[in-house]
């Protein structure tokens, strides 16, 4: 092999290799990118641990890692809007087909789309990886790489606010699946204003009298990050009526609610699915200061490192972990 590209490969569940593959070549419309900073999600977890997600299945060998940031190295023939040099965050869904989703400007919701590090698409845990140069979008000079890599979690919640309805002084409650003291420290400095740690026994309802003492109101909103039965229930409660339920967290397929409650009160109960142009925003919302990931960021590893990085994350240890993936360049 001319030049390495070290690459997390998934090959089975339980089966991670740090191997060389090939340096890709870019297409007419693609770039060819040096990585370096590569975050890790809970579904490249999941897909290490139990080798799928629902009807996801691994069944070859599939590089990881779809929080991403790189720099250009090469342009396809048809590339004009990127030069070698240029640093980049990608979005990682990419649609395949010109269908009647990608026309109403959902393209997230394409049943062909790439997305990576989704069976059977390869992800960018590596070295050098070619995307769609569209789907690459240019960092300003004080936007690091690693702010740009976590574009990516920071569009699941743009999104999940956008389809909310999320707006200047709107009174929002957010369930979220962490209960670790550290973790609600940061969600403190980062901007949230009260916090309500949830016992094993307390009743939903309890527990939504409680959120509308604190707040003083009844949020207008709630984003349901944990897809845990009781806090679905809980939002449900807790939210004003006309309100909107947002539900973020997927847990059981079945799951009781009070859905007669939430009808008679006009609470919307709404999903999302992953997100779609979002990028130029959390790209304007960092350049600008408007928001801070930085603290989020709470440990690296080399990419040779990967397997420990996945135990790390695994153990529920800090808050995000980044891969670093240029051997010269491990800086945020
Ligand atoms: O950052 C995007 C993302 N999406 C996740 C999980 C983690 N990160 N999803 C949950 C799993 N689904 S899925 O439909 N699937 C495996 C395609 O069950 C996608 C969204
Ligand atoms: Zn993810």
Redesign the pocket.
Known sequence: MAEENLSAVLYAKGDLRIENRPIPEPGPNEVLLQMHSVGI???DVHYWQHGQ????VLKKPMVLG??AAGRVVKVGSAVSHLKPGDRVAIE?GVPRDMDEFFKRGQYNLSPTIF?CA?PPDHGNLCRYYTHNANFCYKLPDNVTFEEGALI??LS?GIHACRRAGVTLGSTVLICGADLFAERLGVAKELGADFQLTVKKDDGAQQLAKKVEEILGAQPQITIECTGVESCIQTALYATCSGGVVMLVG?GAAMTTVPLVNAAVREVDIRGV??YCNTWPMAIAMLSSGKVNVKPLVTHRFPLEQAVQAFETTHQGLGIKVMLKCDKNDQNP
């Open positions: 999600c809970g579904s997600i629902g009807d996801f779809h929080e990682p997305f989704t990516e979690p699941v997927l699915f992953r």
